[in-house]
C-alpha cells in the first residue's frame, strides 16, 4: 500500500452522514436581516447593496469580490444566526470548483477566521468553520504550511462527543487533513493525538465504519516514525491492529491494518519489530499469509512482514539479549520471555552469580517502570520456577513469591493474570 495510495477523493463529508446538511438545508430557506443591520450601523451602506446586487446575480457570485464581501462580513458581525447564514453562502461559493481555493488564498483574510469561530458556542457554526477550513486545507495550491494545532484540539474533542454523527464528522475532517502529508508529524506530535484515535478504535459499540476511518487514520500516520514509535511503546496499537486483523470480514480493513505495520516496520525497525514479537504478531501473519487474498498488496505485505519478523526471531532469543533487558530494569514482551526452548535452555542461569537475575526480577516488582514490567516479572519466575529444580526454594528466598502473590489481586488484567499463572506453577510440585 504505497504512499500515492492516500487520495481523499471524496467530499470532506461522506455522504452517509447527512446529520450537518440537513441543518444547512434549514438555513437556506431562512433569510438574513441584512436592512436591520445596517440600519444599526453594523454594515455599511455599500456594503449593503453589494449584498443586494450579489443576490440578484448569480453570474456575480462567482466572482473574487464576493468571496471578499463575505469574509468581510463574517469577520465583523458576531450574531450567531447570521454567521450560519454568511458560512452557507461561503461553502457554497468554495466547494462550487476547487480553482476558488486558490482564488482563496489571494485574498487578506487567512485561515485564522474559521479557527476562531471553533470556539462559538454554537454547533452548527464549528461544524461549518471546521468544515470549510478541511476542504481548504485538503485543496490547498500552496506548499504552506498552517498551524492547525487548535484544529487538532478541536477534532479530538469532538472524539468524546455523545453524538455519533458528530465523532464521524470529526474523523472525517483528520482523514482529510492528514491525507496532505506535511500535517501527519504535527498531529502526531500533539498531545493524545493518536491516544484519542486508539480510544475511538476501543470504544464499545463503535461502527465499523468509524473504526475503519480510524484505523486509516493511523495508517498514514505511520508513515511518521514518531508515530510508529508511539504505536509500538505508548499505546496499544499493535495488540488492537493484531486482533481487529484476525476478526476482519472486509478485506479493505486488513488491507490497511497490513500496511499499517509494514510502515511501522520500515520507518522505525528497532522500535517496532521486538514489541511485534512479544504481541504474538508473528503467528497471526502466518495465519493470514496462507489465505486468499484478491489484493496483491496485502499478499505481498503480509510476505514482506513475515520475512522481517522471522529473520528476527532467530538473531533475539539469546541469554544475552535477555540478560541485558533485566538489567535495563524495563521489560518488553520480547521473544526470549515467550520461547519455550529459551526457558529450557536458559533457566537455570538466571540462578548465576548468587541469583542476580532473579533478584532483579523482585526489584522490577518492587519499582516498576510500568504495569507491563509487572506482568513480564510475574511470568518469568514462572518460568524459572518450571525450568529449574531448585527454583521454588530461590524464589521463597529471595523474596520473589511473596512479591508475585501480592500481585493477585492487582487492577490490571493482565498483571493479575500472569501473577496467578506464576503461583500455579510455584504450587505445582512440592518443596
Known sequence: ??????????????????????????????????????????????????????????????????????????????????????????????????????VFEQTEIGYGIFLKLLKKEDEYVQLKSAKILVYLIKEQSSSQQHDLQELFQWIIFQFSSTNESIVDIAIQYLANVLSVDVYRPKYAEYPNAIGSLVELIKKPNVSAQMQYQAIYCLWMLSYVPEACAQFASVHPVIPILKELAKLAIKEKVVRVIIATFKNMITKAPKLTIIPMLGNKLFPVIEQLSVRKWSDSDIVEDLQFIRDELSHHVAELTTFDEYESEVRSGKLEWSPPHLSEQFWKTNATRLSENGNELIKRLVDILTNPKAEVDLAIACHDLGQYVKYTTNGKNVIQETGAKTRVMALITHDDPDVRYQALSAVQKFMTNAW
Open 1 to 102: 500500500m504505497a504512499e500515492p495510495d492516500v487520495d481523499i477523493s471524496t467530499p470532506v463529508i461522506a455522504s452517509h452522514n447527512d446529520y450537518l446538511e440537513q441543518t444547512t438545508l434549514k438555513l437556506q430557506s431562512q433569510s438574513i436581516p441584512w436592512e436591520g443591520y445596517q440600519r444599526a450601523s453594523l454594515i455599511t451602506e455599500q456594503e449593503l447593496q453589494e449584498i443586494r446586487n450579489f443576490e440578484a446575480n448569480a453570474e456575480a457570485r462567482t466572482r473574487k469580490e464576493y468571496l471578499d464581501l463575505l469574509l468581510t462580513l463574517l469577520s465583523k458581525l458576531s450574531r450567531i444566526d447570521t454567521l450560519q447564514g454568511i458560512l452557507v453562502l461561503l461553502d457554497q461559493y468554495l466547494s462550487a470548483s476547487v480553482d476558488r481555493v486558490s
